[in-house]
């Protein structure tokens, strides 16, 4: 029998989500719930649309719910409330208030007698594991994380709040200096500046002031003010024609030294067409192995840290140890 | 309490385990184990040596012991036998005999109430790992593992037995052509000698006819004959000074697409000073972790693909997740 799971929010990733269900053996996506009016959502591989408020009644047709919201606002609401009904992953990203969120989610999981993954993607989400198994291997070892060459849509949304901004795009850019001395092993000591570049691609309304424009970004704290940032002030054509997609990726790199200095290198990254449609494919993976536990027994919330691999492939273990190890 | 660990065998495995070990806050080795006679080892860190006839009277003194044998035939004989006795770990990396390796450790190990980890390195081992994590979230992934540049022992032996040849290395090389198509995405179907070079470096007796070696070496079935082989014939100076080590490493690919046509191209390299050391510092790790889900209730053999990431650290999963989440 398929697992059949919910989705839960139909944007970017709850789209992504629903394609990467199409094309899992194993699963079936049963519905997508979403706060809009229900006729007004049209899915792309006819997943019925069901109003958010239905949700609970659905509870024995659903063994694990998607969560596709956003993490400001959505999920921090959402993922406990219905960690309590259902078992529920979702992509929370906000790193420094993951501890919270885990403890509401666990709470609540085991509450309702439920299991839970929270903080699952890239990053948080593969790019976790990556330093986390190469810490562990490394006793020494200094992991670095870069971002990019990719869209970041944090910093377009800021772009596009400036007077006079129509439109924007902003990649973050890995400094390939940096990269390279991470790389040899060198472990270096890099500040912000350092290790990435803002470059900004920006559709100024016609007759605004782009020098007090390219001021404002440049002077923008958190968002820019640290990091070497450029600004190229196009067309609307020409940013929806080379700048229309959201390709992201990145790398960690982790470096430490065994014995009588022998230096090793632990490199892992991501090359990202879509950052959606990545992040949504590694929920679905996730979302399988948390619905298996739960079968098991587990209860409560876990993450990438605490799911054992074999649980993430469609694949009988003993098909797994012959073909992959 | 430190977790008490045994070394059995101590060649480059045993010695590197030893170092990652006076490494390891949580860890501490108790003795190293050999078939030599124990007053001709001496260790690097002052731990004691006994012959391998006393482990079976040190079941209270050890938590894990870990196996540092060939593949061969040390380890189809040992890590069976011991798994009854004690928690263990070993580097076993037949790829095609581990299906049976693991059903003889896993009914060893149930037997004695232990728990074991087989096939823990780099290949099999964290390789293997970035298959399954890699082909478990891209429905369609196609993944390639290219090995080096590195010293490939085997092929090493294999040329100092041809007659003539006094000392040799080899090193396997990726072409690069592959590499670059591979990452684009392209999913080629490449043959063995379209993905790695051999690259030999010999040193001949004096006198030795040097053609019909390379001759011999070119044409051996299963080492060189479906490569395409370079032989470089040099003083036994040149090969103590340029090729003294043993580096290693390689790198997996895993590519696939999402959605409408979305790429998206997963790497996960390593480039070692050290072969040995670096699969030393996996063997500990998993050591590590095997000991502490035994203390949890588990029995039976486990892989890479089962054991939770988390139990790989030293530190505590609140910290884990607090810092590398």
Redesign the interface.
Same mark, same amino acid.
């Given at each position: 029998m398929k697992i059949r799971v919910g989705i839960f929010g139909y944007g970017n990733l709850g789209?992504?989500v629903e394609?990467?269900l199409a094309?899992?053996p194993d699963m079936q996506a049963v519905g997508v719930f979403t706060r809009r009016a229900p006729e007004t959502v049209k899915t792309q591989t006819g997943v019925p649309v069901y109003a958010a408020s239905a949700l609970e009644s659905m509870q024995k047709e659903i063994d694990v719910l998607i969560l596709c919201g956003g993490s400001s606002t959505d999920l921090p609401e959402q993922t406990p409330r219905l960690a309590r009904l259902f078992n529920v992953v979702d992509s929370f990203d906000t790193?420094a208030k &993951? %501890?919270a969120h885990?403890a509401a989610v666990d709470a609540a999981a085991k509450a309702g007698g439920k299991a839970a993954a929270i903080?699952v993607g890239w990053d948080?989400g593969?790019f976790?594991?990556a330093?986390?198994?190469g810490?562990?291997?490394?006793?020494?070892a200094k992991c670095y994380t870069f971002w990019g060459k990719g869209v970041s849509q944090g910093h377009s949304d800021a772009l596009r709040r400036i007077e006079g901004v129509v439109d924007a795009k902003q990649y973050t850019i890995p400094v390939e200096s940096a990269l390279a001395r991470v790389r040899a092993?060198e472990q270096p000591c890099l500040s912000t500046r350092e290790k990435h570049l803002r470059e900004c691609f920006v559709v100024a309304a016609e007759g605004a002031d782009t020098a007090r424009i390219e001021r404002e970004i440049k002077t923008m704290p958190n968002y820019f003010a640290d990091y070497d940032t450029t600004v190229h002030f196009i067309s609307q054509e020409e940013l929806n024609e080379k700048h229309g997609g959201l390709p992201h990726g990145g790398v960690v790199i982790c470096s430490g030294e065994?014995?009588n200095?022998?230096?090793?290198? &632990?490199?892992?990254?991501?090359?990202? #067409?879509?950052n959606a449609?990545?992040t949504?494919?590694?929920l679905v993976?996730y979302a399988r192995a948390v619905y298996r536990l739960w079968q098991e027994g587990a209860r409560g919330c876990k993450?990438?840290? #605490?799911? %054992? %691999?074999?649980y993430?492939? %469609?694949k009988s273990?003993?098909d797994? &140890?012959?073909e992959?190890?």
């Open positions: 789209r992504g394609l990467a094309n899992s790193h &993951i %501890p885990f903080s948080p593969m976790s594991l330093r986390l198994y810490g562990s291997i490394l006793q020494d092993g065994t014995g200095r022998n230096k090793h290198v &632990i490199e892992y990254s991501l090359k990202l #067409d879509s449609e990545f949504s494919s590694v993976a993450t990438v840290f #605490d799911i %054992p %691999p074999v993430l492939s %469609p273990r003993e797994l &140890i012959a992959l190890l």
